[in-house]
C-alpha cells in the first residue's frame, strides 16, 4: 500500500481547517512541502502539543511526504516564541539526520492561515481564491501529518487530540473518540460552570454555541482542535449573535471610511483584491442595484475574503462587521452562481510587515487576555465515554455513506461510513460496541447498547 492508498484508506482530511480530503493535496508535486504548525488563533494548544510530543514521528513523516512530492524543501512553520516545541523539533532532526527545516515566525495574527504561511515562507503570493499548488506549494497541519504517520501504521482517523479551555485556568489536552460530546469532553476538563457558551475551534474563526440543545448536539469531529468555553455574556458570544439586518443598520451610520480594515486585511497585504472598507462605504447600495453585474462590480471583492476575523474583531474602531457583511455576499453570488474575476498576479504590498496584528493586542481587545496566557501542564487526558455520535460528515465534499445497520457490533478502527463517489473520505470508529442508531447525519454507537 503506498502513501495515497495508506491516506486515503485511514479517511485522513485536513485537521486544522475545513477538512479537505488528504489524498487530494498530495496527488501532485511541489517544490515546497509546508507544515501549519503557527496555531493560527490563541488558545488552541493542540498543535504545540503534537509537536513537542511527537517530534521524531512528525519529523520522519514530513521527509517522506516531501520526497513523494519530490518537493525541493520541506519546512514547519511556527511561531518563534514556541521553545519547547522547537527545540524538541530540532533535536529529532538532528537524530534524523534530517534535512527537515524549522522556520520560525513572528507571533501575529493570522500566521496560521494558509496562504500568509505560504507568502512568508516562500515570498510568493497565492491568486485570489487559488491553492498553494498554484505557487509550487502543498502546506498541511501538524495534525494531518500525524495522522498521516497514523495511517501509515495502518491506524485510520478515529480518535482526535484537542484542548479545552476556561477562564481563570490553565487549558487541558484531552484524547477523544470521534464522536464525543462536548459536554463529556467539558466534564472530563474538570470545568464545573453551567449556563456556558461554547466556541468550537478558536476565538476568531470558531463557531460560536449559545443555544444549550447545540451544545448537546455538538460532537468531536475530525476537525475540532479546541473546545473554549466562555460566559454567555462574553463580548465574543454578543457579537456572534447580530443579526445581518443590524450589522447592515451599523454599518449604513457607522462606518467612518478609516479603511483600518483594508490595511489591516492580511488577504490585501499579500496583494488581493480586498478591500473591505469600500464595500462597506457601497453597502446602502445593495437595495438600488439593478442587475447582477452591477452587484458584482459593487462587492465582487467580497469573494476573496478569507473569514478571519481581522477586520471585524480587532481592526474597526466602531465595532463593524465586514467579515459577515463579506460572507453575506459571498453566499448571495454562489446562490446566483456568480463568479468575480480572479487576480492572477498578486504580490505582496510593501507594508505588509508593518501591518501584522500583534496576538497580544488582539487578546487584549477580545477579552481573553488571561486565557491566552495560559497554556496545557500535565499529561493528556485519555477518555472513552458510553456512547458516541459519528457524523458522516466531516470533511469538505459528499457525505461518506454508512456501511453498518442498526445492531452491528463494532470494534475501535472498523469502517463505519465508506467515502462517497467523488471528493469525501472514509470514516472509522474510535469507539467498540453496538449500533444503535444510522441515518443519513450519522453513526450512533453504544457500549453494549440495544438498537
Request: charged share 25%; proline share 5%.
Amino acid at each position: 500500500m503506498n502513501i495515497l492508498e495508506a491516506i486515503t484508506a485511514a479517511g485522513v482530511v485536513g485537521a486544522g481547517g475545513a477538512g479537505f480530503p488528504t489524498q487530494g493535496k498530495l496527488g501532485s508535486k511541489a517544490e515546497f512541502f509546508i507544515v501549519n504548525a503557527a496555531e493560527c488563533e490563541p488558545v488552541i494548544e493542540t498543535d504545540k502539543f503534537l509537536c513537542r510530543t511527537f517530534a521524531k514521528e512528525i519529523v520522519s513523516t514530513v521527509a517522506l511526504i516531501a520526497n513523494f512530492l519530490e518537493a525541493n524543501r520541506a519546512v514547519i512553520a511556527l511561531k518563534g516564541k514556541y521553545k519547547t516545541e522547537i527545540e524538541a523539533l530540532n533535536k529529532a532532526i538532528k537524530e534524523l539526520k534530517s534535512s527537515v527545516e524549522i522556520c520560525q515566525m513572528p507571533t501575529f495574527y493570522p500566521a496560521g492561515d494558509e496562504q500568509t504561511m505560504v507568502q512568508f515562507v516562500t515570498g510568493r503570493t497565492v491568486p485570489e481564491r487559488g491553492i498553494p499548488l498554484a505557487v509550487g506549494a502543498v502546506v498541511d497541519n501538524v495534525g494531518t501529518v500525524f495522522n498521516i504517520y497514523e495511517a501509515l501504521k495502518g491506524f485510520p482517523v478515529c480518535k482526535k487530540y484537542l484542548s479545552v479551555a476556561c477562564d481563570g485556568r490553565d487549558p487541558v489536552m484531552l484524547h477523544v473518540p470521534i464522536g464525543t460530546s462536548f459536554r463529556e469532553c467539558i466534564e472530563q476538563a474538570g470545568i464545573k460552570k453551567t449556563n456556558y457558551a461554547v466556541i468550537n475551534g478558536g476565538p476568531m474563526m470558531g463557531r460560536v454555541l449559545a443555544d444549550e440543545a447545540a451544545i448537546d448536539a455538538a460532537v468531536v469531529t475530525k476537525t475540532t482542535g479546541s473546545i473554549i468555553v466562555l460566559p454567555k455574556d462574553h463580548y465574543l458570544v454578543k457579537r456572534a449573535s447580530l443579526t445581518m439586518q443590524k450589522i447592515k443598520h451599523q454599518a449604513h451610520s457607522a462606518c467612518i471610511q478609516c479603511r483600518f480594515c483594508t490595511d489591516l486585511c492580511p488577504r490585501y497585504q499579500i496583494g488581493h483584491m480586498m478591500q473591505p472598507h469600500i464595500i462597506m462605504r457601497n453597502l446602502w447600495r445593495e437595495d438600488h442595484v439593478k442587475d447582477d453585474q452591477e452587484l458584482l462590480s459593487l462587492f465582487g471583492e467580497a469573494m476573496n475574503c478569507c473569514e478571519c476575523g481581522a477586520c471585524e474583531l480587532y481592526s474597526c474602531p466602531m465595532g463593524l462587521s465586514p467579515r459577515k457583511v463579506n460572507a453575506y455576499f459571498r453566499q448571495k453570488f454562489r446562490e446566483k452562481k456568480l463568479n468575480y474575476e480572479r487576480y492572477m498576479t498578486p504580490k505582496a504590498r510593501p507594508t505588509i510587515d508593518q501591518r501584522r496584528i500583534p496576538t497580544e493586542r488582539l487578546c487584549a481587545r477580545l477579552g481573553i487576555a488571561d486565557l491566552a496566557k495560559r497554556h496545557v501542564h500535565g499529561e493528556v487526558i485519555e477518555y472513552t465515554p458510553k456512547e458516541v455520535f459519528i457524523p458522516t460528515s466531516q470533511h469538505i465534499g459528499r457525505p461518506a455513506e454508512p456501511v453498518v445497520k442498526v445492531g452491528d457490533k463494532v470494534q475501535v478502527g472498523d469502517l463505519v461510513a465508506k467515502a462517497a463517489e467523488g471528493l469525501s473520505a472514509n470514516i472509522s470508529t474510535g469507539f467498540a460496541g453496538r449500533v444503535t442508531e444510522v441515518s443519513a447525519k450519522g453513526v450512533r454507537i453504544t457500549a453494549g447498547g440495544e438498537a
